[in-house]
């Protein structure tokens, strides 16, 4: 059992708190920028068209996110309150206070990056499919880091052990018990960023024994079909976000993250064999 109790703050810099989960976020982001940098180089893709893509990939990020989190697991708040849904910042008895954006959600930051890609390829004129291809390669590294932002917050928790075994998250409040909780819960979290990693390692050798590979979809189906297929499972062992998931599990079998993950999956098996549209795109390359 380990008893899980960290500090959200990272380090202070006189008045300026910065948190373990910025900071990780941050690392994987520039992480990414380092390994698609890279990648651009050996694959000897103009400078000038590396320049655009981190500010295309953080803003689509940032806003899929957040948009994802708000209308997918909370649109009943966040449609009435939408300056909290575009700003960080939450209404307080006290006035408004930054919070920074609490929530963002997996899914919707997929989407945002592939929509913000797609805009930088009508940009750039690269291929579309050696973008992505290039992006997925850094990508679980990326979601690695976040995850582990998430066990610094003690958030995102897994179900209870029923054993002796697993980490107990000090720092969270049990309402029920109205203390702070005992009990050991799986550390989903850390099962993902482990996962990610693995990803990340795997998909490193991958381009190093199928480079020629880049440019048809092969990388991004990999990266889409194995980050999914294991956030759907996973979530079998974590607490569901929100309570009225709990219904939704009852019915169907599946909470919201695991539904949302599916149509992930059948893309990236679709990329991963190499469908028909994943041709057409290799022979149109701005498109």
Known sequence: MIIWSPSEIALTLGPIEIRWYSLMW???????YFIVYRLYRKQQIPAEKFDPLFLYCFIGILIGARLGHCLLYEPGYFLSHPIE????????????????YAGLASHGGTLGIIL???LYVRRTKLNILRVVDNIAIATPITACCIRLGNLMNSEI???YTGTDWGFVFANNWDAVLRQHETLPRHPAQLYEAIAYFVFFLVGLWLYRKYSQRIGTG??????LTTIFTFRL????CKEVQEPW????????GL??????SIPFIVVGLYCLLGGKWCRALQEHPSK
């Not at 690392?27 to 990414?32: D, N, P, S, T």
């Not at 092969?218 to 990266?223: A, E, L, M």
């Not at 998931?245 to 169907?252: G, K, S, Y």
């Open 26 to 32: 941050c690392l994987g982001l520039a992480l990414a």
């Open 85 to 100: 849904m575009l700003l960080p910042i939450k209404q307080t008895d006290e006035g408004w206070k930054l919070v920074g």
């Open 116 to 118: 913000a890609l797609w």
């Open 157 to 159: 928790v897994g179900k």
């Open 218 to 223: 092969f990388f991004f189906g990999y990266c």
């Open 233 to 236: 499972l996973v979530e079998y």
């Open 245 to 252: 998931e709990q219904a939704m599990r009852a019915t169907i």
């Open 255 to 260: 909470d919201q993250g695991q539904l949302l």
